[in-house]
């Protein structure tokens, strides 16, 4: 602790010249709620803490186009509260408010969210089923990589020592796509998930399932994309017959474990019982 040094850049340019500059060395510090506790915990130890929390070019949210694209330090609290994310993606606001609590909310940012790598982060399930792309940058070059490239395995994402998440581009949803989030935890506030899930469905004119994304938190070592289930729902009408069969096609899609939050098979009714539930607002 004694050797920590903490850096304050002034904007994302000096940010990412300082992060190239001492590499491995440097860990970068967004809301704060994961690192500082793996930080006391004795569970990292870097040299430089690099506060990225108030840079104005990777906060807020703005329409691009078909795109609604937020800084990557953008609060979950105010992904809850903004009206055009009302507007445009709803079923953001739906999993941004079942994260935490809101003293949580209020520090904790979308990248922070993604980058540990977490089978149970909540809002990766959703920007997931959105088909997220996410925009990266390092000192002079910035890729874009979809969000289902960039989860790698257990706590890995592909992110380089010198890179950081700039930005989340978000497709916005048509008049013929719907989707939504649930998190299942212990309780209903300050719950770490037990499991959580998000649905987007494309609809065809004659409202049978165009496409489907469907991702599970929680069931695996990474957040999954429910294939099995996904190829079931495409081609379907969404009548309460097919939801609850997805119910036990969603298992085919899961192989969770069993830990302090609960047991493998008390996940598996769970996954069953909550993905029905999911898709009953599906029903057309
Ligand atoms: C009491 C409590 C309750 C919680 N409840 C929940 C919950 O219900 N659901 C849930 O999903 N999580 C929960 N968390 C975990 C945590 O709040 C979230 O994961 C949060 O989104 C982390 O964001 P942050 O900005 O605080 O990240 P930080 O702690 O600042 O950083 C987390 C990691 O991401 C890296 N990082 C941050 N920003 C970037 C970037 N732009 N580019 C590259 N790397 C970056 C950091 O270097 C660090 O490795 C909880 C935490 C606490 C303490």
Redesign the pocket.
């Known amino acids: 602790m004694n050797d920590l040094t903490y850096i304050k850049p002034q904007n994302l340019q000096e940010a990412l010249a300082e992060l190239s500059k001492k590499n491995e060395a440097t860990?970068?510090?967004?809301?704060?709620?994961?690192?500082?506790?793996s930080l006391k915990e004795g569970n990292i130890k870097p040299q430089y803490l690099l506060d990225?929390s108030e840079l104005s070019e990777?906060k807020g949210i703005k329409q691009e186009g078909e795109y609604l694209v937020f800084g990557?330090?953008t609060t979950?609290q105010s992904i809850a509260e903004s009206p055009i994310v009302k507007e445009k993606l709803p079923c953001l606001v739906s999993a941004a408010i079942q994260?935490?609590?809101p003293q949580?909310r209020v520090?904790?940012?979308i990248?922070?969210?993604l980058?540990?790598g977490?089978p149970?982060?909540?809002?990766v399930p959703m920007f997931r089923a959105l088909d997220t792309v996410l925009e990266i940058q390092g000192t002079g070059k910035k890729r874009e990589v979809k969000l289902d490239d960039f989860i790698l395995g257990y706590r890995k994402v592909d992110?380089a020592a010198g890179e950081?998440?700039?930005a989340f581009k978000v497709p916005l949803l048509k008049a013929n796509q719907k989707a939504n989030f649930i998190k299942v935890g212990r309780r209903n506030a300050?719950?770490?998930?037990v499991l959580n899930m998000a649905v987007k469905l494309t609809f065809a004119a004659d409202k049978t399932v165009e496409s489907a994304r469907v991702v599970l938190g929680g069931v695996a070592a990474t957040s999954v994309r429910a294939k099995n289930l996904e190829a079931f729902l495409t081609g379907k009408k969404m009548t309460e017959e097919v939801v609850l069969e997805a119910g036990n096609v969603v298992l085919q899609d899961a192989t969770p474990i069993g830990d302090i939050r609960a047991t493998a098979e008390g996940r598996k009714v769970l996954l069953s019982s909550r993905m029905v539930r999911l898709l009953e607002e599906f029903i057309n």
Do not use: E, K, Q, W
Request: no cysteine; aromatic share 2%.
């Open positions: 860990y970068i510090l967004a809301g704060g709620t994961d690192i500082l506790i990225i990777i990557a330090a979950m994260m935490a609590s949580i520090r904790a940012t990248a922070g969210n980058v540990t977490s149970i982060a909540d809002t992110l950081m998440v700039t300050l719950a770490i998930s």
